[in-house]
C-alpha cells in the first residue's frame, strides 16, 4: 500500500468555482501534511502545511486535517485559471516526506 | 537566499554515456534529498543525507546509480552506464527542522533524456 493516495484527476472546475482536492495517507505516525503545486515543467513549491487536526486558511487555499480518518483535503476559493497544476500531497514521517502522484486541476475560464 | 541550485537544466546523453547532476542546497538546511519524477511513477525519492552522511539510499534503483555528498554546500548524483529509461526529471531537495516541520524546498530539476 503506497503510504499517500491521491485522485489523478483529472479535475475540471469553472473559474470562480471551490475546487476540492483530496488526500488519504496510510501511516497513523504521519506528523505533518503538506500541499505542493507544481506547474508544468516546473519545480514543486510548497503552499500549505498542516499538523494539527481541523482547519487552516491562507487565503483562498484552506487545509482540513482529519487524523482519525487519516484524510487531509486542500479547498481553494475563487479558483483561477492561474491555478491550473498539478497538486501534490506529501507526508512527513520522521525526516521523510512521502509523496502522493498528484491531482491535476484545470479551472476553465 | 538563492535557494537550491541544480545544474545542468537539462542534459542530453547517448545510452552508455556517464551522467552527473549537482546540487547546491540552502545554506543551513541539514537534510538534502534526491528525487526523481516521471509521468509513470511520480516523484521517487532516490537517496537522502543528514549532515553530509547517506542515511537512505534504498530508493536508487540500481548500482548504476551513485550519490555523493562531500560536504555541506555540494552533492552530485553519477549515473553510470546511463540508459534510456532513466530519462526523468532529477529534483535536489533540501530541509531544515523548523520547529513544526521541516522546511523543504525543491530545486528547478535537471531533465534528462538519454537516447
Known amino acids: 500500500q503506497k503510504e499517500v493516495e491521491q485522485n489523478s484527476g483529472p479535475l475540471s472546475v469553472p473559474e470562480g468555482a471551490i475546487a476540492s482536492l483530496n488526500c488519504t495517507y496510510s501511516d497513523r505516525g504521519s506528523q505533518s501534511f503538506f500541499?505542493?503545486?507544481?506547474?508544468?515543467?516546473?519545480?514543486?513549491?510548497?503552499?500549505?502545511?498542516?499538523?494539527?487536526?481541523?482547519d487552516k486558511e491562507d487565503g483562498r487555499f484552506t487545509a482540513q486535517l482529519n487524523k482519525a480518518s487519516q484524510y487531509v483535503s486542500l479547498l481553494i476559493r475563487d479558483s483561477q485559471p492561474s491555478d491550473s497544476a498539478t497538486y501534490l500531497c506529501a507526508v512527513n514521517i520522521g525526516n521523510q516526506f512521502y509523496f502522493g502522484t498528484g491531482t491535476s486541476l484545470t479551472v476553465i475560464p | 537566499d538563492a535557494g537550491v541550485i541544480q545544474s545542468p537544466r537539462h542534459e542530453v546523453t547517448e545510452m552508455g554515456q556517464e551522467v552527473t547532476l549537482r546540487c547546491k542546497p540552502i545554506s543551513g538546511h541539514d537534510y538534502l534529498f534526491w528525487y526523481r519524477q516521471t509521468m509513470m511513477r511520480g516523484l521517487e525519492l532516490l537517496i537522502y543525507f543528514n549532515n553530509n552522511v547517506p542515511i537512505d539510499d534504498s530508493g536508487m534503483p540500481e548500482d548504476r546509480f551513485s550519490a555523493k555528498m562531500p560536504n555541506a554546500s555540494f552533492s552530485t548524483l553519477k549515473i553510470q552506464p546511463s540508459e534510456p529509461r532513466d530519462s526523468a526529471v532529477y529534483f535536489c531537495a533540501s530541509s531544515r527542522w523548523t520547529g513544526t516541520s521541516y522546511g523543504y524546498t525543491f530545486g528547478s530539476g535537471t531533465r534528462l533524456t538519454v537516447v
Not at chain 1, 503545486?37 to 514543486?44: E, T
Open chain 1, 35 to 54: 500541499w505542493y503545486r507544481q506547474y508544468s515543467g516546473k519545480s514543486p513549491e510548497l503552499i500549505m502545511f498542516i499538523y494539527s487536526n481541523g
